[in-house]
């Protein structure tokens, strides 16, 4: 894949259901451009979505501070917030004003793995960026990046090709006490760069 020229998914097209979203963004490319130019890529292989209106795990938003406002802004942007001390990559999805969004939780290296390294100097390759911590350290996602479309010089995704269901495994999400019984957590089946969560339920 020609990372230079490959066409970017827009913001715009995040603005539906981000159940269905998550799904759909397993094999898309993260794509971080680094102040020199280096590209820095990793193929998503875990998600999980979240949407608010009918999400009880939700009541945590309110407590995080600006989180209502980010999750609530207009579609395709980049919602970073800090958990237990861990950095996290979401995506807005929904109409500006519906609080709703996708957590990119693990990726596979595709380029750039060296600088990756930099950041987080791993004996095992796979834990480079089996979480959703860990991808953000790796591929140099700061809090620079919050609130800015998706489809930016600096950071963008690139789709991938569509998997078939048989290649998709569903289960809940990970680390949730409300919604934990909802099937909205996506992998990719037998890649060995998912994360080793356990599902809520």
């Known amino acids: 894949m020609d990372l230079s020229h490959a066409r970017a998914l827009s913001a715009q097209a995040f603005a539906g259901d981000p159940v269905t979203l998550a799904r759909d963004l397993l094999g898309a490319v993260l794509v971080r451009v680094l102040p020199g130019g280096e590209r820095l890529a ?9 949407d608010c209106p009918r999400d009880p795990s939700c009541y945590v938003v309110a407590r995080l501070p600006g989180a209502a406002a980010s999750m609530a802004g207009p579609p395709g942007r980049v919602y970073y917030h800090v958990a237990y001390d861990q950095p996290l990559l979401n ?3 929904r109409p500006e004003g519906v609080q709703a969004a996708v957590l990119i939780r693990a990726a596979e290296p595709l380029a750039g793995e060296e600088r990756m390294r930099e950041r987080r100097p791993v004996k095992r390759r796979l834990d480079l960026t089996n979480g959703p911590a ?3 350290t790796a591929l140099h996602l700061g809090p620079e990046l919050r609130g800015q479309p998706v489809d930016g010089p600096d950071f963008y995704l690139v789709p991938g090709d569509p998997l078939p269901d048989g290649d998709v495994t569903t289960t809940a999400r990970v680390g949730l006490r409300r919604g934990a ?3 909205w ?3 990719i089946s037998g890649n060995p760069w998912v994360s ?3 599902p809520s339920a």
Do not use: W
Not at 42 to 50: C, F
């Open 91 to 93: 995506i807005v999805c």
């Open 134 to 136: 860990k991808l953000v």
């Open 196 to 198: 080793a969560g356990k």
């Open 42 to 50: 990793a193929r998503i292989v875990e998600t999980e979505g979240y």
């Open 181 to 183: 019984d909802l099937p």
């Open 185 to 187: 957590r996506f992998l």
